[in-house]
Nanobody, 122 residues
Framework: QVQLVEFGGGLVQAGGSLRLPCAAS????????MAWFRQASGKEREFVAA????????YTADSVKGRFTISRDNAKSTAYLQMNGLKPGDTAVYYC???????????????WGQGTQVTVSS
């Protein structure tokens, strides 16, 4: 079992930046691949980015490539999503997820945080 808590959401103007930490507790954080998903109101949950357990491999959705970066610090049991150049279309609840398997599919992730709201104003 691993417990995940996201921080850092809020209201930001278009073009601004936010960094979302995801703090993990429980089983060994470094054993898990980590990912970020988001869900806008009335839409399905969407993959944003994923990183393998060592931090050597990442994958980012085309919709955010070049603007968002996923990273992790295993010593701090924390994953991060750095979001730059935010757009109103990025408005959503952002969730971090963990699983032993590196994947872009939300159904493959066993552990989820409660989500944090990010709102981008125009």
């Amino acid at each position: 079992q691993v417990q995940l808590v996201e921080f850092g959401g809020g209201l930001v103007q278009a073009g601004g930046s936010l960094r979302l930490p995801c703090a993990a507790s429980g089983r060994t954080f470094s054993s898990y691949a980590m990912a970020w998903f988001r869900q806008a109101s009335g839409k399905e949950r969407e993959f944003v980015a994923a990183i393998n357990w060592r931090g050597t491999t990442t994958y980012t959705a085309d919709s955010v490539k070049g603007r968002f970066t996923i990273s992790r610090d295993n010593a701090k049991s924390t994953a991060y999503l750095q979001m730059n150049g935010l757009k109103p279309g990025d408005t959503a609840v952002y969730y971090c997820a963990a699983d032993a398997t590196f994947s872009t599919k939300y159904a493959r992730y066993a552990y989820w945080g409660q989500g944090t709201q990010v709102t981008v104003s125009s």
